[in-house]
């Protein structure tokens, strides 16, 4: 059991060699991405969508739990890593790589699943809930886990995570993925 949870799809492989090569080091860690690939697992229909591309290790695991009658839409403000990103993901039609701002994606909405995770998430968190489809799962990495309520980073209270965990909405939770770092998991309601 260990074993397989320790496989990385080849594609993931492949984006974590345009990282290095680039020598980019914002990629999504690999706990990070077995959430993502369950999330896309679990919306074979779906609609499934990841702001700030990077060099293509998130949209990799998300790839990597992709319905064979799903799409997978990205987008990179970054026009090289987007460009190498979309180098991993040629031979398979289910996968877009847009090169610009996040709000590209907007015209490819109502999501199933959103990995906000460049663009949206700070600027504009009402405008990231929009996005979602009745039932869509947002998730959102790179928090610091609080033992306080409200959350608290750097000892002020993490408005953003706040608002996010408390979205009239969603139905949100924070998971830890490290004993360092969180995400959160949220789903829209109906
Ligand atoms: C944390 S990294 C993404 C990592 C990637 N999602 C992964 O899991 O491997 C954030 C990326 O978002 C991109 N980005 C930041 N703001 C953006 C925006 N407004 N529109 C599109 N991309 C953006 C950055 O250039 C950067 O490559």
């Known amino acids: 059991m260990i074993v397989a949870e320790r496989v990385v799809p080849p594609r993931v492989v492949a984006a974590e060699r345009v990282a290095s090569e680039v020598g980019f080091k914002r990629s999504c860690s690999p706990e990070v991405g077995r959430l993502l690939r369950l999330a896309a697992a679990a919306k074979p229909y779906g609609i499934i969508a990841e702001s700030g591309t990077g060099s293509g ?38 996968v877009s790589v847009l090169t610009g701002d996040w709000r590209l994606l907007e015209r490819h909405a109502p999501f199933d699943v959103f990995f906000c995770d460049g663009g949206g998430k700070r ?61 959160v998991v949220a789903a829209r309601r109906l």
Request: charged content about 25%; overall charge negative; hydrophobic content about 40%.
């Open 57 to 94: 290790v998130g949209t990799a695991w998300l790839h990597s739990g992709l319905g064979a009658d799903a799409v997978l839409v990205t987008v990179e403000r970054d026009e090289d890593l987007a460009r190498r990103a979309a180098d991993v993901f040629t031979d398979d039609d289910r």
């Open 123 to 183: 600027e504009d968190p009402e405008g990231v809930v929009e996005l979602l489809a009745p039932g869509g799962v947002l998730i959102l990495d790179d928090f610091t886990p609080s033992p306080h309520w409200p959350p608290r980073f750097c000892g002020e209270v993490d408005e953003l995570r706040l608002f996010y965990l408390t979205h009239p909405a969603l139905d949100a939770t924070e998971v830890l993925t490290t004993p360092t770092s969180s995400v």
